[in-house]
């Protein structure tokens, strides 16, 4: 049900938003008294009344008059009921300046006053197709919605959508990124959003890579999206054109400044705090614009940035539009005109009176120069926007926008100082990943075999807890280095090598049969059959993560080098660790190895896949959440298991998308993510999060069980072996200490 003022037929809203809606659905879309109080209320009441209202706000300057309805009624009714009722009003708002004939009561936006308001969402789409799926989104979720739209964006065919409307979806809370970049991101909504992508050309130029992020809501907003960006480039611009003080621009400012891990630049480019001018070229000048956000970047970006006169343009001919007395104003009438044809106007001169559907106002010459023709007659109702007046102007005239000339930047990143003399620059190169060899512990264990110990516990109770149905145990003969050589042999074969042949020797794991000898270290040696093959060799000890922090140094010794070939062993002999009466570890974990290639040229056993340069991180673990012991003697694993959950899935979480950004990608652009696998309910709530489909996470944690830093490569290994050539896949890890991480697989065809 459409409820507001003008929106019926033949007006169809100030800017014709709501055209043909009444004319076809009369019933459904009616025009409201000039009572905002009252539009919002009473679309409060049709809501509570089981009706879907759309009620309509012709200015955003206009809310303050429905204030308490907004806040009083509408934000507080389902926290008030304990969610017994629900008010899923949608409430249109037009918005935002940069549009002549607007002024200080036309041209505001005012979200930042409305996010403040608990129980509402708050969304500013800057082009159609997210107008489609924020306005679907908002009708799916029963939600209380603000709909902000500029209105300035309306009616431009760069910003325009599909016509399948309906299937557009835009999930709540989700930015877009609408550019990858390194160096700076920039933030906006609505109108700014075309600012920030301008500039961005201009400051790639300079050779200053953006990452523009598109906010599209407001409350709630996305913060781990804007907050994975400002970590990768350290520098931040917020861009809006709300008041400065208490805008929305501090509260994200606010918000990175607080999450950031380390120190980052972070301005904001909004309008003053004061009134947006009548005066189109004032209004211009008070508003955030390119020039605006550039001399900000230069500064942060640490570059000059200099201006030439804007580029002059021969033109012997000027068309002056019909415009209206408001931007209501979709025709006017020519009353008198004022000048006649060949007679010299000068800028500001009167042309003509004009009468629009409020008031009677005089239209005066933007140039100077003569009348050519007029092209319509006293009396007669002109289109606004439509060419009235042909002058012949005396001069050249400088290329403009909106009214303002175009001055063209120009921008130069300082080189930066030399920091070490002699530090040789790392030769770049592509790591290309082998498929994975495995060797699992032969004994299998069901979770059946499991209960027994337990009374009271069934089969069942086990895999809904853990997803597990059966894990690999080591015999008695089998031991973490000799799973591991079996892994490592069969690596060596597949790619038809010897040992001597490999560069460095990594040994991944968190169960280690001595500290020294190395596992690496002893691994060579039984590789080597007493040979003297010289290859470095050392371990890491990263837990659960170990993979992937084996990765990134073999991805950095190899691109340092510029070339050669890394193995990455893991083996886990976690079993005899286990205390078998404690319930929370003895179903979750298995005993088992990995051996992968890393090379810069392609091998016999190469998967088909580059590896992107992995992205870890670590958080402090005071309480110990997961503790493996160096040996039986020193106790048994133990793990806090609702902490470990909890920790899992949002740092998990945060480093592939991390790891995405840095590859210019988006989550949905993953054909399969591997996950570590701590237990089936993380992957499941990950899976949630992520707002993935069933087939996107490849896990195989019931047949295997948890094995350590060997569980991403066993996964990987069932992957490949499908024969499917997935082109990007997404490994993610988290682990006791706590260490977690991300890498990103390409496939070479691509």
């Known amino acids: 049900f459409l409820y507001g003022e003008d929106i019926e037929d033949p007006k169809g809203d100030v800017f014709g938003v709501t055209s043909g809606l009444s004319t076809l659905r009369p019933a459904q879309g009616v025009n409201a008294p000039l009572s905002e109080s009252t539009i919002v209320g009473t679309a409060i009441g049709r809501a509570l009344a089981g009706q879907r209202p759309v009620a309509f706000i012709q200015f955003a300057d206009f809310l303050p008059l429905a204030f308490n309805q907004i806040a009083s009624e509408l934000g507080s009714m389902y926290w008030r009921t304990q969610g017994q009722w629900e008010c899923p009003v949608i409430l249109m708002i037009t918005c935002g300046g940069y549009r002549p004939g607007l002024g200080p009561f036309h041209a505001q936006t005012l979200e930042s006053v409305v996010a403040h308001i608990p129980g509402v969402d708050v969304v500013m789409p800057a082009d159609a197709a997210d107008a489609a799926g924020l306005l679907n989104a908002a009708f799916q979720s029963k939600r209380p919605t603000l709909f902000f739209y500029p209105k300035n964006l309306l009616n431009d065919p760069a910003v325009a959508t599909s016509a399948d409307i309906g299937r557009h979806f835009v999930p709540i809370g989700r930015a877009r990124v609408l550019r990858r970049g390194g160096d700076l991101t920039l933030v906006g909504w609505g109108n700014t959003v075309g600012l920030c ?5 201009h400051l790639e130029a300079a050779g200053i890579d953006c990452e523009i992020i598109d906010l599209r809501q407001i409350a709630p907003w996305d913060q781990g999206c804007v907050l994975q960006s400002v970590r990768k480039t350290t520098r931040l611009i917020v861009v809006h054109e709300d008041n400065r003080s208490c805008g929305f621009g501090a509260e994200v400012a606010a918000t990175v400044a607080g999450e950031m891990p380390k120190p980052a630049t972070i301005r904001r480019v909004t309008r003053a705090d004061t009134y947006v001018p009548c005066n189109f070229s004032n209004q211009l000048d008070l508003l955030p614009s390119v020039s605006r956000i550039l001399e900000v970047a230069a500064e942060i970006c640490d570059a000059e940035l200099t201006w030439s006169p804007p580029e002059a343009v021969e033109t012997d001919r000027y068309l002056v539009n019909a415009i209206g007395s408001s931007p209501a104003d979709r025709c006017v009438e020519i ?96 790591v290309l990943l082998g498929k994975p060899c495995v060797a699992k512990g032969s004994r299998r264990l069901t979770s059946r075999e499991i209960a027994v110990r337990f009374p009271g516990i069934e089969e069942a109770d086990i895999i809904q807890r853990s997803g597990i149905q059966e894990r690999c145990r080591a015999a008695e003969n089998e031991d973490a280095l000799s799973l591991g050589e079996a892994a490592a042999r069969a690596a060596l074969q597949q790619h038809q090598l010897d040992i001597g042949e490999v560069d460095l020797l990594l040994c991944a794991t968190g169960t280690p049969m001595q500290t020294t000898p190395s596992m690496a270290c002893s691994l060579l040696a039984r590789l080597a059959q007493g040979g003297d093959a010289m290859v470095q060799s050392f371990d890491l000890n990263a837990a659960c993560s170990g993979y992937l922090y084996a990765l990134q140094v073999g991805h950095d010794f190899l691109t340092a080098r510029g070339g050669g070939k890394v193995l990455v062993v893991t083996t886990e002999h976690l079993s005899p660790l286990l205390r078998e009466d404690d319930f929370d570890t003895a179903i979750i974990f298995g005993d088992a190895a990995s051996a992968t290639l890393l090379s810069t040229e392609h091998t016999a056993g190469a998967s088909g896949h580059r590896l992107r340069r992995p992205i870890l991180s670590g958080q402090a673990d005071p309480e110990g959440a997961i503790r493996v012991p160096a040996g039986r003697e020193s106790g ?56 993935l489909p069933d087939d996107r996470i490849f896990s195989n944690i019931r047949m295997n069980g948890n094995t350590s830093s060997s569980s991403i490569p066993l996964c990987l290994e069932e992957l490949l072996a499908r024969g499917e050539r997935p082109e990007k896949i997404g490994l993610c890890a988290f682990g006791g200490g706590f260490t977690f991480g991300s890498a990103i697989l390409e496939s070479t065809q691509t």
């Open 636 to 691: 048994f694993i133990e793990m806090n298991g609702r902490r470990v959950f909890a920790k899992a899935v949002r740092l998990m979480e945060a480093s592939l998308q991390e790891a995405c950004v840095e590859a210019k990608l988006g989550i949905e652009d993953l054909d399969w993510i591997v996950p570590h696998q701590a237990n089936q309910r993380i992957l499941d709530a990950k899976q949630k999060r992520l707002q």
């Open 335 to 430: 009353i008198n005109w004022k000048v006649t044809e060949g007679a010299e106007v000068k800028t500001g001169q009167l042309l003509a009176e004009i009468e629009g559907d409020k008031a009677m106002f005089e239209l005066t010459s933007p140039v100077s120069g003569y009348v050519a023709k007029r092209l319509a007659a006293e009396g007669e109702r002109i289109q606004a926007d439509t060419p009235i007046l042909e002058l012949t102007t005396l001069n050249k005239r400088s290329a403009k926008r909106n009214g303002q000339a175009l001055a063209i930047p120009h921008l130069r990143r300082r080189k930066p100082e030399p920091s070490f003399a002699g530090v040789a620059t790392p030769a770049s190169a592509t």
């Open 197 to 201: 992508l301008e500039a961005a050309g």
